[in-house]
Each structure stands twice: as structure tokens, then as C-alpha cells.
């Protein structure tokens, strides 16, 4: 959820583990790009690279403006 009036450029990208806490297939996941406009909600959706995953992380970064596309 954006606490944010104005629009916002960002990713994410998830992080699988197995049972012992080891991150599976580091780096094979790609970030994925979201816009959220003022105050909105969204959710993402991702699907386990392996029956091994036990846990995961999702991790969100703004886009900085000058790689914007228009």
C-alpha cells in the first residue's frame, strides 16, 4: 500500500528458501516493475521455483525517475 499522494515506480522481486533457511536459485528470479498511484493497494503474485521452498521474502525498490520510460 502507497502512503504517497502522488504515483510510484517501483519493483520487486522474491526470494526463496528451503527448510533450512538457504536461499534456492539466487539471482534466477528478475525484478518485476509495478506502478502504484497515490494511496493505492496491490498485490503480487509469485510462483516457487521448487517443491523445496519452505519460505520467502519479497523485496520492493523505487525506480529512480531517470529510468522512467515514456
Known amino acids: 500500500t502507497s502512503q504517497f499522494k502522488k504515483s510510484l515506480q517501483l519493483q ?6 528451503d527448510k533450512e533457511g538457504f536461499a534456492i536459485e539466487i ?7 509495478i506502478e502504484l498511484h497515490g494511496m493505492q493497494t496491490a498485490s503480487v503474485k ?25
Open 27 to 33: 539471482g534466477k528470479t528478475p525484478w518485476k516493475s
Open 46 to 70: 509469485g510462483l516457487a521455483p521448487s517443491t523445496e521452498v519452505t519460505t520467502f521474502s519479497v523485496y520492493v525498490r523505487k525506480v529512480p525517475e531517470k529510468f522512467f520510460k515514456f
Open 12 to 17: 520487486y522481486q522474491f526470494q526463496w528458501f
